[in-house]
T-cell receptor
Framework: GQQLNQSPQSMFIQEGEDVSMNCTSS?????WLWYKQDPGEGPVLLIA?????ELTSNGRLTAQFGITRKDSFLNISASIPSDVGIYFC????????????FGEGTQLTVNP | SAVISQKPSRDICQRGTSLTIQCQVD?????MFWYRQQPGQSLTLIAT?????????ESGFVIDKFPISRPNLTFSTLTVSNMSPEDSSIYLC????????????FGPGTRLTVL
């Protein structure tokens, strides 16, 4: 069954606002990955996190690997219209090897 | 990263038929995966495509329904057999490059509609 809870399910924001989304689990993860998926495309990797407490940025995006290894968040600062899309968290469970578990996704809408 | 292509990009099929989806990578990779994304849903792992041996299927997916080939380290196929409308989904392949430390990169997907 689903082992990752991603929230919020959807967000409607104004251009220029900051955005935050997160994923939580009752299980321990070895890595956290954040993806963005545009309509008709495959997911694109945004940020990868490898150890507890790690904070990594990629332009306006910042993500953190939770200290308990059971959660992660993604922040987007100063949103722009091209940030529209579905954002997925994903991770490798401590017990699952290379198999990736995905969150349910956050649909982001940015109003210009 | 890796450059991944899939064929076809989309197809409309009749129930009871089968469709084979191809995935081509621009470099040799050990780990290759197939996912299904049902409409409005997240991604679900179907199987790990192993080169030179049978694929490893996840719970709920079986070889008879989703046979997979992996003849070499740059190519794999997924067949969706005896299709029904419930098989209408996006099918995605992904790879974990050998030196990427658990990063997976996805192809553009194949959008399948079964009538």
């Amino acid at each position: 069954g689903q082992q990752l809870n991603q929230s919020p399910q959807s967000m409607f924001i104004q251009e220029g606002e900051d955005v935050s989304m997160n994923c939580t689990s009752s299980s321990i993860f070895n890595t956290w990955l954040w993806y963005k998926q545009d309509p008709g495309e495959g997911p694109v990797l945004l940020i990868a996190l490898y150890k507890a407490g790690e904070l990594t940025s990629n332009g306006r995006l910042t993500a953190q690997f939770g200290i308990t290894r059971k959660d992660s968040f993604l922040n987007i600062s100063a949103s722009i219209p091209s940030d529209v899309g579905i954002y997925f968290c994903a991770g490798h469970l401590e017990t699952s090897g290379s198999r990736l578990t995905f969150g349910e996704g956050t649909q982001l809408t940015v109003n210009p | 990263s890796a450059v991944i292509s899939q064929k076809p990009s989309r197809d409309i099929c009749q129930r009871g038929t089968s469709l084979t989806i191809q995935c081509q990578v621009d470099s040799q990779v050990t780990m290759m995966f197939w996912y299904r994304q049902q409409p409005g849903q997240s991604l679900t792992l179907i199987a790990t495509a192993n080169q030179g041996s049978e694929a490893t299927y996840e719970s709920g997916f079986v070889i008879d329904k989703f046979p997979i080939s992996r003849p070499n380290l740059t190519f794999s196929t997924l067949t969706v057999s005896n299709m029904s409308p419930e098989d209408s989904s996006i099918y995605l392949c992904s790879v974990e490059p050998d030196h990427s430390y658990n990063e997976q990169f996805f192809g553009p997907g194949t959008r399948l509609t079964v009538l």
